[in-house]
């Protein structure tokens, strides 16, 4: 009876493990970090989320920039602060611009595979991923472990199934390599989506001109 009685506790122990294993934690507020590589340059971005609203904020050099959008792309602001110039700008684009922003951005299309593998610490399967509008291919890996509102960074894995953890992504033209390197329930700092006092408003085309995004 004992030895029987041992093993219903022991069966029920391991379901118990299995079932924490592959329970889905849900982040609908918090920040994520991601390590960005973009033509050999490796940078570390920081995204803080809500269920309507992101902050992106990037260390390029000595500039600091923010981008902020909300959840249904009606929203597009781009900060650059550098203090060792004393300067402050911020572009808010306009319903065309994002418009176009739109229209430029690549087409994915999803399709799961069957490989898997741990990349930090998330339990990660393979999904080749195709633009539709330059034929190129890529590989995606995502993950089911954890759901979160979607962001500037993640917006094009929307279907891709799940959770981008490491993926490519083009913004602006420009390629960059994306893993996620962590994500907690951290709570934005006030005034994180909003634009503070002391920026200097400009256009977007002057921002760009200026080497901005």
Same mark, same amino acid.
Request: charged share 15%; with cysteine.
């Given at each position: 009876?004992?030895?029987?009685?041992?093993?219903?506790?022991?069966?029920?122990?391991?379901? /118990?493990?299995?079932?924490? /294993?592959?329970?889905?934690?849900?982040?609908?507020?918090? $920040?994520?970090?991601?390590?960005?590589?973009?033509? *050999?340059?490796?940078?570390?971005? =920081? +995204?803080?989320?809500?269920?309507?609203?992101?902050?992106?904020?990037?260390?390029? !050099?000595?500039?600091?920039?923010?981008?902020?959008?909300?959840? =249904?792309?009606?929203?597009?602001?781009?900060?650059?602060?550098?203090?060792?110039?004393?300067?402050?700008?911020?572009?808010?684009?306009?319903?065309?611009? +994002?418009?176009? /922003? +739109?229209?430029?951005?690549?087409?994915?299309?999803?399709?799961?595979?069957?490989?898997? =593998?741990?990349?930090?610490?998330?339990?990660? =399967?393979?999904?080749?991923?195709?633009?539709?509008?330059?034929? $190129?291919?890529?590989?995606?890996? +995502?993950?089911?472990?954890?759901?979160?509102?979607?962001?500037?960074?993640?917006?094009?894995?929307?279907?891709?199934? !799940?959770?981008?953890?490491?993926?490519?992504?083009?913004?602006?033209?420009?390629?960059?390599?994306?893993?996620?390197?962590?994500?907690?329930?951290?709570? /934005?700092?006030?005034?994180?989506?909003?634009?503070?006092? !002391?920026?200097?408003?400009?256009?977007?085309?002057?921002?760009?001109?200026? *080497? *901005?995004?």
């Amino acid at each position: 009876m004992n030895i029987k009685f041992s093993k219903i506790v022991l069966s029920l122990a391991f379901t /118990a493990i299995a079932f924490s /294993a592959s329970a889905q934690k849900n982040y609908p507020q918090g $920040s994520a970090t991601y390590s960005v590589s973009v033509s *050999g340059q490796e940078v570390e971005s =920081k +995204i803080y989320f809500t269920a309507d609203s992101s902050a992106s904020i990037t260390q390029y !050099g000595p500039a600091n920039v923010k981008l902020l959008t909300n959840s =249904k792309g009606s929203y597009f602001a781009v900060l650059v602060d550098v203090p060792v110039a004393s300067m402050k700008k911020v572009a808010v684009l306009t319903s065309d611009e +994002i418009d176009q /922003a +739109i229209a430029a951005a690549p087409k994915f299309t999803f399709t799961p595979g069957t490989e898997t =593998k741990q990349i930090s610490g998330f339990n990660c =399967k393979k999904v080749t991923v195709k633009d539709t509008k330059s034929g $190129s291919t890529y590989t995606a890996w +995502i993950t089911n472990d954890i759901t979160a509102p979607i962001t500037s960074m993640t917006k094009s894995f929307a279907d891709a199934g !799940g959770f981008p953890v490491q993926f490519t992504t083009i913004q602006q033209g420009q390629v960059a390599d994306v893993t996620l390197k962590s994500i907690t329930n951290e709570k /934005a700092p006030a005034g994180t989506f909003g634009v503070p006092a !002391g920026f200097e408003k400009i256009s977007y085309d002057d921002l760009k001109a200026m *080497g *901005g995004r």
